[in-house]
């Protein structure tokens, strides 16, 4: 890596540009306002006081509370790490028999989560679930109740996080030259060192960013354990969302949030550490697409297959349910008692022909797409700043940039309105409260740090010496970033506006305090049909509103990633390369010379 | 391929566009946005509520524009719609706001974020309902235990709540709740913690009634989470819990199950909801009008018929479903300080989260 210091990134323009607009972001957007709640929170006075700390460590609850949250973000940075690369194995590495339909299946976590997936296990596994009453006819002993606690918890959150290596690892896998694999094969390495000793290795970035996403999942299980927890697996959330709206208890809740966003910074200066200094690239001359492997032994092959199928089982059993609860009256649903003749429209036509009709979904749609589209195309460039130049201003800006990780999503809006409800200079004096653009500030502001992490790594695995090549042959910084760069992070940068913008669809949170009252977004109307206290309809309209967004993330999956990925299936080696055609003629990739002898996959650790 | 490659340079060219556009185009066009939708289309009320659930939101909006007001309706939970309304106090976007009940509407004028009015139909309610300043009462609500009356025949029911953690029949019988964030629950708490009042004490409630809580939950099932009192009722998991008094009648039919309450006799608490003019509206007189519209007799009587529920005007009460007006007259209501309560309740909440909550 050139150019590392401070005053060789002050030379170029391009920097000095993205730099002044971040820089001004950051103040106006990320630190301004949450500095000024958090100073309200914690210096209601004036005066700092040490209440907080003191109640919430004398608490046993909050403390036996936040242990869980700890011991279930570490958890299940393991066990997503397991199940998830399994499946992009078997689904991209290995010739498994039906592997489209086993993918699809696994995909399922990119349509739908949250409190109806943690029901839709509990329809299958809890006391009254259909698998529970099998197990139970077989051996009567056994106790209905066995699904719940951590295990349940710690079950079900793990099969419903693996999209991030769904898209991401998968996507880095489908980067790995083959030409390695080949050259290793002929040396005589078994499958098992090749995948231990090649592919793991190449994957490291992408796999550092989503462990981080894993740990901040389970950092911050809210639905999981309310379902399926029971007494003793109670995560810190639920206290936190109770607190941030109790305005004397406050400072409780941003002590906790800050607590459990220190410990994610920890988990991110800890990964960052890990995967500085390694080659995640190609080094080979002509690199060439991935094939799938066999697996030789057939024991092993047998094994990998049932294990396969089996989590398909599990994967898409939940979804099936919803949807055929979806049609079943409330009470059926919570009672659990489905019968087939019950099933009716009943509660689409409700949820459909109400006033509001379809402008919430719209309005939704709108505010989620444009804010995936500023975030991730706002941050390509910053992405790929931060991870050229490593010096103390990128690393200071990075770790702001992740600020929204920290606070929870009501405290930043309500830091927002009170920054903005006047007029302020950081915006050129304007007044943003009521207006349609706080919305849509604050949906970006929160989907940053996950934008960021995840570009950062697919900038990664990008080879530096064709940008070396380019820049030999004159091309210019943007040029550059056009041709060379872009086109090989544009998969990984539509997967994350495409789950940017799923999971912006039905957001409560921050839309109850920022939306605009004649531009009501669809987590508003959810939540005035599903709520608890909202009559039997509540539960059954909680499951039609899934299933409506189920089609909706669904068609966006498919429109921006099954594309991609029809297009990386067909013509894989244009794919491959698709710049070094265009932008540099293929002779100056020699320029990366001697390093190409030996095996590129042992990276230096 | 070159094709595709041009339009995704195009795609991300626009893209890139709409990134730049969106931060430093941001001041100018929150100008347009701001002048237009709230001040520009007239006469647009906004109205805050937690009382737009099942089908109510659409029916007042409907009924509104038949009077004449074009109002627009902002749905949240009762503390939600608190925070916003004090969050919001400098640049208020609401005109008027209902449903919240007097803890919180004491919490919004605390925070100086509520205008005084007094409606034209002010005569026509009970007062001390409410501050007789700021907010106004429309309909009372009972905050009650129930239980299955298939399974617990009347002498063998509780009669209050404490019967529920010292008598051994009902431990583990009853749903606790396990988060204090909703009013239900924690109007239940402020007519347990009432009775203990002990100005000496912590939160100025004695140690004995710190150990009611305590038993509370110790004692108790708890709730589990989208899944309703009255499911887990069905299903013989827990026999008796907490439930507001509208709602009843509606949960026995859609789970088939009859539910008997306690009145104790200290009495019951009520829970009121209100409606007040916010502090700030650019629509004062119309907003004025609004309150007085939809307080008055001939709507609320309405609402009332609509929605079982039971209306502080007492001119509506003759239009109200007479069990509902015949439950409320029998009713013995529960001497609560409100102005204790809520003083203190953020505080009692704080605490039974952080000690009692198992």
């Not at chain 1, 080094?283 to 990998?304: E, G």
């Not at chain 1, 042959?473 to 040029?479: E, F, I, N, Q």
């Not at chain 1, 940017?500 to 039905?506: I, Q, Y």
């Not at chain 2, 949240?76 to 640049?91: F, H, P, S």
Request: charged residues 15%.
């Amino acid at each position: 890596m050139s150019g590392t210091s401070v005053r060789s990134m002050a030379r170029s323009p391009f920097v000095l540009v993205v730099g002044a607009v971040l820089t001004w972001f950051i103040a106006a957007f990320l630190v301004w306002p949450n500095l000024n709640i958090l100073l309200a929170t914690f210096f209601p006075d004036g005066s700092f006081s040490g209440r907080a700390a003191e109640k919430l460590f004398s608490s046993q609850r909050a403390i036996k509370a936040l242990g869980n949250s700890f011991l279930l973000a570490v958890a299940l940075s393991v066990t997503v790490n397991l199940v998830g690369i399994f499946i992009v194995l078997v689904t991209h590495y290995f010739r498994i028999r039906g592997s489209r339909i086993l993918f699809l299946g696994y995909a399922s976590t990119f349509i739908y989560g949250g409190i109806v997936l943690a029901a839709g296990y509990k329809f299958i596994y809890g006391d009254k679930g259909i698998v529970t009453s099998l197990l139970v006819k077989m051996f009567p002993g056994m106790d209905p109740g066995w699904f719940s606690g951590f295990f349940a918890v710690l079950v079900v959150m793990t099969f419903a996080t693996t999209t991030n290596h769904m898209l991401f690892v998968a996507n880095a896998l489908k980067g790995i030259d083959y030409q390695t694999i080949e050259a290793a094969k002929n040396l005589g390495a078994s499958p098992w060192t090749i995948l231990r000793r090649i592919v793991l290795p190449m994957l490291k970035p992408t796999l550092f960013a989503v462990t981080i996403l894993s740990f901040l999942t389970g950092l911050g299980a809210l639905s999981a354990p309310q379902v399926l927890g029971g007494r003793d697996f109670q995560t810190i959330t639920p206290m936190i969302l109770t607190f941030t709206n109790s305005p004397t208890s406050r400072d409780l809740a941003a002590l906790l949030a800050v607590i459990l966003g220190l410990a994610t910074i920890l988990m991110l200066a800890v990964m960052s550490r890990l995967e500085r200094g390694g080659t995640y690239f190609s080094v080979s001359k002509v690199s060439s697409a991935l094939q799938k492997q066999d697996i030789t032994n057939p024991v092993a092959n047998v094994v990998v297959h049932a294990a396969a199928y089996i989590l398909f089982a599990i994967y898409t059993l939940p979804v099936v349910l919803i949807v055929l609860y979806s049609f079943a009256d409330g009470a059926a649903i919570q009672t659990g008692q489905l019968s087939l003749g019950s099933l009716t429209l009943d509660n689409y036509s409700r949820v459909l022909t109400q006033q509001s009709g379809l402008r919430p979904f719209i309005v939704s749609v709108v505010y989620s797409a444009l804010a995936a589209l500023i975030a991730v195309g706002g941050l390509l460039f910053v992405a790929r700043l931060l991870q050229k130049y490593r010096n103390w201003v990128a690393t200071a800006f990075e770790y702001l940039l992740h600020i929204p990780w920290i606070l929870p999503s009501a405290l930043l809006a309500l830091g927002l309105i009170v920054s903005y409800d006047h007029p302020n200079p950081l915006v050129g004096g304007a007044v943003l409260t009521g207006t349609t653009v706080i919305l849509l500030i604050a949906f970006v502001t929160v989907k940053i740090p996950f934008t960021l992490r995840m570009l950062k790594a697919s900038f990664a695995s990008v080879n530096s010496s064709l940008e070396e090549a380019a820049a030999i042959m004159g091309a210019k910084t943007l040029y550059m970033f056009r041709r060379i760069l872009l086109p090989l992070v544009l998969p990984a940068a539509a997967a994350i506006t495409a789950l940017n913008f799923n999971s912006l669809l039905d957001d409560y949170d921050t839309a109850i305090f920022l939306a605009h009252p004649l531009v009501q977004p669809l987590g508003l109307v959810i939540k005035a049909n599903t709520d608890g206290a909202e009559g039997v309809e509540g539960v059954a309209n909680t499951f039609v509103y899934t299933v409506l967004l189920m089609v909706i993330t669904g068609v966006t999956m498919y429109l921006v990633y099954g594309r991609a990925g029809r297009r990386g299936t067909s013509p894989k080696r244009g794919r491959a390369l698709p710049p070094v055609s265009s932008a540099a003629p293929p002779p100056a990739v020699t320029a990366v010379s001697g390093e190409d002898s030996k095996l590129p996959a042992a990276p230096a650790r | 391929m070159r094709k595709l490659q041009t339009l995704a340079a195009a795609a991300v060219a626009v893209t890139l566009l709409a990134g730049c556009g969106g931060g430093s185009a941001s001041p100018a066009s929150s100008d347009g946005a701001s002048s237009a939708p709230a001040g520009g289309s007239g006469e647009t009320l906004v109205v805050y509520t937690n009382s737009n659930g099942e089908g109510r939101g659409d029916w007042l909006t409907a009924k509104a524009a038949e009077a004449g007001f074009k109002i627009e309706i902002v749905g949240a939970g009762g503390a939600d719609a608190t925070n916003k309304l004090i969050a919001e106090k400098n640049n208020p976007i609401a005109d008027v706001a209902f449903g919240l009940n007097n803890m919180y509407f004491s919490q919004i004028k605390a925070a100086g974020a509520l205008e005084p009015y007094e409606p034209a139909w002010a005569g026509d309610v009970d007062k001390e309902l409410a501050d007789g300043e700021t907010y106004w009462p429309l309909v009372k609500q009972a905050i009650l235990l129930g239980y299955n009356s298939e399974k617990i025949s009347k002498d063998a029911g509780p009669r209050d709540w404490t019967d529920l953690w010292t008598k051994d029949e009902f431990k583990a019988r009853y749903e606790r709740v396990t988060g204090l964030g909703t009013a239900t629950a924690q109007l239940v708490f402020a007519g347990i913690l009432s009775r203990y009042r002990d100005d000496s004490g912590d939160l100025g409630i004695s140690d004995e009634g710190w150990k009611q809580v305590e038993q509370y939950f110790r004692n108790g099932s708890p709730a589990v989470a989208k899944t309703d009192l009255f499911a887990r009722i069905a299903s013989g998991e827990v026999d008796m819990g907490q439930m507001p008094s509208s709602i009843i009648a509606d949960r026995e039919k859609s789970f088939n199950v009859n539910v008997e309450t306690v009145i104790p006799s200290v009495g019951v608490p009520l829970a009121v909801e209100q409606i007040a003019l916010v502090k700030g509206t650019k629509k004062k007189e119309q907003a004025q009008k609004f309150i007085d519209w939809f307080g008055s007799a001939d709507v609320q009587g309405e609402f009332a018929q609509k929605f079982n529920s039971m209306p502080v005007n007492k001119k509506a009460q003759a239009k109200a479903n007479p069990d509902v007006v015949d439950f409320f007259a029998d009713l013995k209501q529960q001497d609560i300080d409100w102005e204790f309560v809520q003083e203190n309740m953020g505080a009692w909440v704080e605490k039974i989260e952080l000690e009692y909550m198992t």
